[in-house]
């Protein structure tokens, strides 16, 4: 699996590639990138605090799998240690933000094309970047990553 420094490179690229397909209006796949932006941030975060060289692959313990092998952002955010940052003790635009991408999850992939609807995307992308609250702003000037 990737080290810190990949997942982050991997975060800001899926992000862009985003940005992009909104720009034109692939709102689907706009939405399954930015979910993936979410992940490997909060994975890359997740290396950083606990000190891993890189994000746990297979490590031959079940247990220790199954914990990391995740799309879950509620579990990613857990491991993060991001969590309280993220609470309803939170500021509300923070915490608004991240409720905005709890719906995201790797089986929309499967959804039928223009189930995403540009409205939602555009305000999911806002949730990742804007300013001061957006996740990733919000990661990225805190120097969580």
Known sequence: MAN???????????????????????YDGAVYMMGYALECCLKAIICK????????????????????KTHKFDILLTLSGLENDFSLNATP???????????????????P???????DAKRMYEALTEAPEGIITWVTKHRKW
């Open 93 to 111: 635009g923070r915490y608004e933000n991240w409720s905005e991408l709890t719906r995201w999850s790797t089986e929309i992939r499967y959804e």
């Open 4 to 26: 810190y420094r990949e997942l982050k490179g991997i975060a800001k690229s899926r992000l862009k590639a985003a940005k992009i397909l909104l720009e034109y209006s692939d």
């Open 49 to 68: 605090r606990l000190n891993l060289s890189q994000y746990p692959d297979k490590s031959g313990s079940k247990d220790k799998d199954n914990i990391f």
């Open 113 to 119: 094309i223009g189930t995403q609807k540009e409205a």
